[in-house]
């Protein structure tokens, strides 16, 4: 009997889940990443507007004597949409690795422009490294990590100094970055939804993370799908890893080829770890990372 029970509990899983990839594939992701879940907080604020909230997820047991390693995820969207319930299966497939993760949601356009979308990213940083010893993590540990527009927000926050000073910090309490498919160098702009983040026609040239690799040489693993038409990958992620490497920086490339834009980051998922070792690779480079210090 409890073999059937079983039985019919994951035909009606696979049901749901075809259902959903259908309808929504982040939904199908997450229910199934939802299945042992970490998840331990939901709509916490990190500022007092409406968009600056987070989840959290954090791994089963106790935290070791030195604290989980943290990180802090921006989702991508063209800085035009997005919201954080759409990337639990990140957060999820990360803790089960033994990592403490804040998924923060963050002002977009049309409400903001460049820059507000880094504020909100700098004062969730602050946040994060004043609440880590209270989840059980290591402020001395905090990786900034983003996925496409979400990478963008990481590098600048990790790569120019602006920011986080103004939040009370430097690039230099961070213990590293991962940017997953990010734009680093897209000017001219020809996306007209990201033309109006920018202020076209009055870009800032040095909105371009690109313009700030002697920064902080930061250690930082770069990632893309050599599949994806969306964001060159070479343009952007070869090149950006190249010129960190230039100025000393310890960097990590990978390139997944037949990987496109969005499976650079879906395969972090339960259901499609196969595709690529994206998860393999995001967990060693964040559990390797040395803590920032005293």
């Known amino acids: ?7 019919s509990g994951l035909v009606a899983l696979l049901v749901a889940v075809a ?4 309808a929504s594939p982040a939904a199908a992701l997450n229910l ?4 042992d879940s970490r998840r331990v907080a939901e709509g916490q604020a990190y500022g007092p507007l409406a968009r600056q909230r987070y989840d959290l997820y954090r791994p089963a047991g106790a935290a070791p004597a030195g604290g989980w390693p943290l990180v802090l995820f921006f989702y991508g969207g063209a800085w035009n949409r997005g919201e954080r319930a759409d990337y639990r299966f990140v957060g999820e497939a990360l803790a089960a690795r033994g990592i403490v993760v804040m998924v923060a949601d963050y002002r977009l356009h049309p409400e903001v422009r460049y820059p507000d979308f880094l504020r909100d990213g700098a004062a969730a940083t602050a946040h994060a490294l004043a ?4 989840w059980g993590a290591s402020p001395r540990r905090l990786v900034l990590m983003g996925h496409s527009a979400g990478a ?3 590098a600048m926050l990790a790569l120019d100094a602006r920011w986080l000073r103004e939040a009370g910090h430097r690039p230099a309490v961070l213990a590293g970055w991962v940017g997953l498919a990010g734009p680093y160098d897209f000017l001219p702009i020809t996306t007209p939804e990201v033309q109006a983040v920018f202020h076209l026609p009055a870009v800032p040239p040095d909105s371009q993370p690109i313009r700030h690799v002697g920064a902080a040489p930061l250690p930082a693993l770069l990632a893309a799908g ?12 070869r090149q950006l890893a190249a010129a960190l490497r230039q100025q000393g920086a310890p960097v990590q490339l990978r390139e997944y080829a037949g990987l496109d834009h969005g499976r650079v980051l879906a395969a972090l998922a339960r259901p499609l770890q196969g595709l690529a070792p994206v998860l393999d690779d995001v ?8 803590d920032t210090g005293p």
């Open 1 to 7: 009997m409890k073999v059937v029970w079983i039985v």
């Open 19 to 22: 259902g959903l990839v259908a």
């Open 32 to 35: 199934l990443a939802a299945v």
């Open 131 to 134: 609440m880590a010893g209270q």
């Open 152 to 154: 963008y927000n990481a």
């Open 226 to 237: 050599l599949a994806d038409e969306r964001v060159n990958p070479l343009r952007n992620t």
């Open 283 to 290: 967990a060693g480079f964040v559990l390797g990372l040395q």
